[in-house]
C-alpha cells in the first residue's frame, strides 16, 4: 500500500512568487492534515481536512495560505507571494478515524520549501 | 493549550551508549503519546505510542512509559548503534490535531 506522498521534495522560490504544493494521502483515509517545521523549531499543525471540508485552520499562519482538497482525494497548498519567512519543511499526513481521539497519522516524506 | 517540550540537541553518543531523550507535556483530558523519528533524508515515522496512563510503548528497541504523575514519555534504549542517529519527535493528540516538541537530534560515533 502506498503511503503518503508528497511534491515537490525541494523547492527554491525567489520572494513574491507562487510555489503550490501537493500531498497524496493513503487511500481511504479522510483525514489529511497540514503541518509546518520552520528553522529547526517544532512541527506545527497548519490545518485538518475530513474529506473535501477544512474541519480546523486555526494554524494557518495567514492569508497567503490557501489549502485546496478537491473531490476529497489530494490537496494542495498554495503560498502566494511567499515570504523569506515561508521557508520550511511542510509535512502532510492522512489517518483515519478510530474514536475517541486515538488516532495514528502517517507522514509523507515533506517539502522543502526554500525562499530567496 | 496543549503544549510538549522535550531535551534540546544535539545529542551526541558512542554507538553502545544508553540513551535518554526527556519528554513532558500538558494537556487537558487524557492524550495518546507518540514518538516520531526522522533519519536523514526521509519522512517523518512513527516510532511507538502509547494511548494510556502506564501504557509502555516499544519498537526497535526503543521504549517509552506514560507518566500520568509526572506528565512525561521519556524515550530510552539501552544500547543505541549509528543507524539511530535521527531527529526523535515527541507528540501528544487528544484529538484529531497532533501537538509536536522541538525534536531532538542524535548523533551516534562508531
Known amino acids: 500500500e502506498a503511503g503518503v506522498t508528497q511534491f515537490p521534495s525541494h523547492s527554491v522560490i525567489e520572494k513574491g512568487q507562487t510555489v503550490t504544493l501537493r500531498c497524496d494521502p493513503i487511500s481511504g483515509h479522510d483525514n489529511l492534515y497540514w503541518y509546518r517545521r520552520v528553522m529547526g523549531k517544532e512541527i506545527k499543525f497548519l490545518l485538518h481536512?475530513?474529506?473535501?471540508?477544512?474541519q480546523d485552520e486555526s494554524g494557518m499562519p495567514n492569508n497567503r495560505f490557501l489549502a485546496e482538497r478537491t473531490g476529497g482525494t489530494y490537496s494542495t497548498l498554495k503560498v502566494q507571494p511567499a515570504e523569506l519567512e515561508d521557508s520550511g519543511v511542510y509535512f502532510c499526513a492522512s489517518s483515519q478515524s478510530w474514536g475517541q481521539g486515538r488516532f495514528e497519522a502517517f507522514f509523507g516524506q515533506g517539502t522543502r520549501l526554500t525562499v530567496v | 493549550g496543549d503544549s510538549v517540550t522535550q531535551m534540546e540537541g544535539p545529542v551526541t553518543l558512542s554507538e553502545e551508549a544508553f540513551l535518554t531523550i526527556n519528554c513532558t507535556y500538558t494537556?487537558?483530558?487524557?492524550?495518546?503519546l507518540f514518538w516520531y523519528v526522522q533519519y536523514p533524508g526521509e519522512g517523518l515515522q512513527l516510532l511507538l505510542k502509547a494511548t494510556k496512563a502506564d501504557d509502555k510503548g516499544s519498537n526497535k528497541g526503543f521504549e517509552a512509559t506514560y507518566r500520568k504523575e509526572t506528565t512525561s514519555f521519556h524515550l530510552e534504549k539501552g544500547s543505541v548503534q549509528v543507524s539511530d542517529s535521527a531527529v526523535y519527535f515527541c507528540a501528544l493528540s487528544g484529538g484529531f490535531k497532533t501537538i509536536f516538541g522541538a525534536g531532538t537530534r542524535l548523533f551516534v560515533k562508531a
Open positions: 481536512f475530513v474529506k473535501e471540508s477544512k
Open positions: 494537556a487537558t483530558g487524557y492524550p495518546s
